[in-house]
């Protein structure tokens, strides 16, 4: 079955970076685009990223562009968040999502914690 | 990126039906027919019930139903089941590769 795992979050200082990965399996990794997706603290969920199957094509919301920058290394089916200059406001639980073969995200990981504070 | 319009919360009895009602403008729901719903259980994996506005996945319910109209899309669950209590999202696609969502509906199974 499709699984993602994220990984990589914690507490970090805000100005400080923070790089986050997301290993799927149970399909074939390097034939999807992947996604990243943040909940913030009793919010929604808030669409960061869109990375195309081959890395070839990248998409960003406008509020983390030029601070984050998501990548992927399909020999390890992995996905990445680099997280730059981060801000209290990037406190949030940091989710990957697998695109469906349409204009959804099918299957998600269970999330990862990110804490920005001093 | 304005969210898409969810009511904060709805409830209801086991076995009756519930509507979940999503609000944007032509630019998402009302432009494409790309409308998802997803049901989180907090702690876990998001999971997608509804994709293309009424489609269902392999494996979900065909308790869960999805309809537009205009700029609203909705997702109605009918014969609550307590295992349904959940937050559920919608979500639209915007264009330009990018996917807007909304703030989301708390679901009370009384």
């Known amino acids: 079955q499709v699984q993602l795992v994220e990984s990589g979050g914690g507490v970090v200082q805000p100005g400080r970076s923070l790089r986050l990965s997301c290993t799927g399996s149970?399909?074939?990794?390097?034939?999807?685009?992947m996604n990243w997706v943040r909940q913030a603290p009793g919010k929604g969920l808030e669409w960061m990223a869109l990375?195309?199957?081959?890395?070839?094509?990248?998409y960003y919301a406008d509020s983390v562009k030029g601070r984050f920058i998501i990548s992927r290394d399909n020999s390890k089916k992995t996905l990445y968040l680099q997280m730059n200059s981060l801000r209290p406001e990037d406190t949030a639980v940091f989710f990957c999502?697998?695109?469906?073969?349409?204009?959804?995200?099918?299957?998600w990981g269970q999330g990862t914690l990110v804490t920005v504070s001093s | 990126q304005s969210a898409l319009t969810q009511p904060a919360s709805v409830s209801g009895s086991p076995g009756q039906s519930i509507t979940i009602s999503c609000t944007s403008t032509?630019?998402?729901?009302?432009?494409?027919?790309?409308v998802s719903w997803y049901q989180h259980h907090p702690g876990k994996a998001p999971k997608l019930m509804i994709y293309?506005?009424?489609n269902r996945p392999s494996g979900v319910s065909n308790r869960f139903s999805g309809s537009k109209s205009g700029n609203t899309a909705s997702l109605t669950i009918s014969g609550l089941q307590a295992a349904d209590e959940a937050h559920y999202y919608c979500?639209?696609?915007?264009?330009?590769?990018?996917?807007?969502f909304g703030g989301g509906t708390k679901l009370t199974v009384l």
């Open positions: 999502a697998k695109k469906g073969s349409g204009w959804d995200l099918d299957y």
């Open positions: 149970g399909f074939t990794f390097s034939n999807y685009g």
């Open positions: 990375i195309s199957h081959d890395g070839s094509k990248i």
């Open positions: 032509s630019s998402d729901v009302g432009g494409y027919n790309y």
């Open positions: 293309d506005v009424i």
């Open positions: 979500s639209s696609y915007r264009g330009n590769s990018s996917w807007v």
